[in-house]
Structure formats: C-alpha cells, structure tokens
C-alpha cells in the first residue's frame, strides 16, 4: 500500500495454515514499514461476486520494534473458498478491501482506506483524509493497572470460562473471548466451525503445563513471570505458534540478554526453525563476536552434525566480517 506521495506504508501477503483439524484458514500477514505510526486500526472486507462488502472483522496492530509485521486470520477456510468460489470469486480472483486508521501518540492523524486483490502486489485507489484530534484526559496507568487484577482475578477463578487448553497432564479452564483477543490463531479456531470450537476444547500436546500456564497468565494480564534461559526458550515458541506478537517480541528481548556461549547455537537453531531472521541476525552476530570460543564448542560441532547448511552460513558471516576487516 502506497500513500500520495508514493511511500510504501503497509505489504499484505495471503498464506494458508494447516489448523488442528486438518482445516486450513487463510490468513493476511500485515507488515507496516513506517515506525512512527505507534498503531494502527485496520478493518478487512470481501468483496463478493456481486459487489457487496462482507465484513471480516478487524484487528489493532501495535508497532513493536523487535516484528513489524502482524497475522490476521480471514475466518475463511480454502475449502469454503473453493465449495462457495461462485460467491466469493470473482473472475476466480478473491478481491478484498482494507481500511485503516493510522493515530500517533493519542491524535488521530487520518484515515486511510485502499483496495488490494490476491493476484496483484500493488494496492490501488488511497485515500488520505482528516478526522477530529482528540485527547485522553483520564491518566491510563491507573484504568490499566485495575484492568489488569479483574482480569488475573477472572483467570485464577475461571468465573464463565467456556473452553479448556488441555496439555498432556493438565486442563486450563479459559475465555475464548480473551484468547481471541490475543492470538489470531485462537481466533480464527473459534470462529470457524472446527474441532475445537465445537468440542470448547482445545489439545495443547506440544508445550508443558508451565509454559502454557505462562502464556495464558501474558494473555489475560501482559505479565511475565521471573523467567530463566529455559522457560523464555519454550514460551518464545509458544507466543510464535499462536501468533501472540508481543509476547514473542518480550521473549525475544529476554532471549537476547540471556545468550550465552553454552546457550548461543541452541538459539540459532531456534530463529532458524522460526524463521525469525531477526533474532537468528542478532545470534550470528554474538557467535561471530566470540568465534574463538564457539566454534571450539562442543555446541557448535553438534550443530555442524546436524545442521550443516545453518552453521555453514553462519561461518560465511564470519569470513565476511574478515574479509571486510582485512580491505
């Protein structure tokens, strides 16, 4: 998306992932390349075969310096794409509509509203127009902080909950509402007819009763517990499966400060299964950093057995830097 003066302000690009019952949701990742918009309101619309606009909800975008970027499920499975194409295609094309406003600080600056189709990288037809300033009298700390007790509260007592995360061994009685809130990824579950919204359970198998304890404790209050090397490590994959952008950014500061010799290659394996090549940039550089003491490790020679291509590319950093040190 472009604004008047040619700029580019915001890529979408649409992907299909597989969710827990074999349906695969189509989602929107939303990258803005503008750092002082602080947020942004961004509203999502099909627009079917006839023309008509179908509202697909929308999401508040925060702009964290560690991802710029965020997912937004279309609660549209390719199936119910492909069984309704008639509705929803247009010449086989799926055509949708974005609007967005764009505030810094606490003054709305204006809004923004723009068409794109799956087929074409370029967006069309911006428009930029200027709405009402307005100022926030009421100081937010002391709403948020009171915000945040009803919310623990509401989560250690479990008062109207109406779906469980269920791990190996334990069950965590939730609200839908505040997952979806959260996570697209949970949102998108529980928007759509699949498995775990008719079953109001949801099957975590993959993550420990901690880790998920802790994910949800971030979800309903922002909090973090004092956390260690190993459980940031298993909350950081947590945050990117169910797409909790701002927990995966907190992780991936702590991560970041608690990087050591013996923890380094374990990390860049990590960024790499995520492919998180922001996190996996600020390893290389802290491995490279310290060459002569990692790559005579222990860890690093099992990261040369099993993952060859990843250490190999590092190591071309290495040389690079050498090469440029030596010029």
Same mark, same amino acid.
């Given at each position: 998306?472009?604004?008047t003066?040619?700029?580019?302000l915001?890529k979408?690009?649409l992907?299909?992932s597989?969710?827990q019952?074999s349906?695969?949701?189509?989602?929107?990742?939303?990258?803005?390349f503008?750092?002082?918009?602080k947020?942004?309101?961004l509203?999502?619309?099909?627009?079917?075969?006839?023309g008509?606009?179908?509202d697909?909800g929308g999401?508040?975008?925060?702009y964290?310096?560690h991802?710029?970027t965020?997912i937004?499920?279309?609660?549209?499975t390719k199936?119910?794409?492909?069984e309704?194409k008639g509705?929803y295609?247009k010449?086989?094309?799926?055509i949708?509509?974005?609007?967005?406003?764009?505030p810094t600080?606490?003054s709305?600056?204006?809004?923004?509203?723009? !068409?794109?189709?799956q087929t074409?990288?370029q967006?069309? *037809?911006v428009?930029i127009?200027?709405v009402?300033?307005?100022?926030?009298?009421k100081?937010?700390?002391d709403?948020?902080?009171?915000?945040k007790?009803d919310?623990e509260?509401?989560r250690k007592?479990?008062t109207?909950?109406?779906?469980?995360?269920?791990?190996?061994?334990?069950?965590?009685?939730?609200h839908?509402?505040?997952?979806s809130? $959260?996570s697209?990824v949970?949102k998108?579950?529980?928007?759509?007819?699949?498995?775990e919204?008719?079953? $109001?359970?949801?099957?975590i198998l !993959?993550l420990d009763d901690?880790?998920?304890?802790?994910?949800?404790?971030?979800?309903?209050?922002d909090a973090l517990? !004092?956390?260690?090397?190993?459980?940031t490590?298993?909350?950081?994959?947590?945050a990117?499966?169910?797409?909790?952008?701002?927990?995966?950014g907190?992780?991936?500061?702590?991560?970041?400060?608690?990087?050591?010799?013996?923890?380094?290659?374990?990390a860049l394996v990590?960024a !790499?299964r995520?492919?998180?090549?922001d996190?996996?940039?600020i390893?290389?550089?802290?491995?490279?950093? $310290?060459?002569e003491?990692?790559f005579?490790?222990?860890?690093?020679k099992?990261l040369?057995?099993n *993952?060859?291509?990843?250490?190999?590319?590092?190591?071309h950093?290495?040389?690079e830097r050498?090469?440029r040190?030596?010029?």
């Amino acid at each position: 998306m472009e604004s008047t003066s040619k700029e580019i302000l915001m890529k979408f690009c649409l992907f299909v992932s597989e969710g827990q019952n074999s349906d695969e949701i189509i989602f929107i990742e939303i990258s803005c390349f503008l750092k002082h918009f602080k947020y942004f309101i961004l509203k999502i619309f099909l627009i079917d075969n006839g023309g008509n606009k179908i509202d697909f909800g929308g999401l508040d975008f925060w702009y964290n310096v560690h991802k710029n970027t965020a997912i937004f499920p279309l609660r549209l499975t390719k199936n119910k794409l492909l069984e309704n194409k008639g509705h929803y295609l247009k010449e086989d094309d799926l055509i949708l509509n974005c609007e967005c406003i764009f505030p810094t600080g606490i003054s709305f600056e204006g809004v923004v509203s723009t !068409d794109f189709e799956q087929t074409s990288p370029q967006t069309k *037809n911006v428009f930029i127009s200027s709405v009402p300033n307005f100022s926030i009298l009421k100081k937010s700390s002391d709403l948020a902080i009171g915000l945040k007790e009803d919310f623990e509260t509401l989560r250690k007592e479990g008062t109207l909950s109406d779906i469980k995360l269920c791990t190996k061994t334990k069950s965590f009685p939730v609200h839908a509402a505040i997952l979806s809130a $959260r996570s697209p990824v949970f949102k998108a579950m529980f928007s759509n007819e699949m498995k775990e919204k008719i079953e $109001r359970s949801v099957e975590i198998l !993959d993550l420990d009763d901690d880790t998920v304890r802790r994910m949800i404790l971030y979800m309903y209050t922002d909090a973090l517990e !004092d956390l260690e090397w190993e459980s940031t490590f298993l909350l950081y994959q947590a945050a990117d499966k169910y797409q909790i952008m701002s927990l995966k950014g907190k992780c991936l500061a702590l991560l970041e400060n608690l990087l050591s010799l013996t923890n380094a290659c374990e990390a860049l394996v990590l960024a !790499d299964r995520h492919q998180d090549e922001d996190f996996k940039k600020i390893v290389q550089n802290y491995i490279v950093d $310290r060459d002569e003491y990692v790559f005579f490790s222990e860890e690093w020679k099992i990261l040369m057995k099993n *993952n060859s291509e990843l250490a190999a590319e590092t190591m071309h950093q290495f040389w690079e830097r050498a090469k440029r040190g030596n010029s």
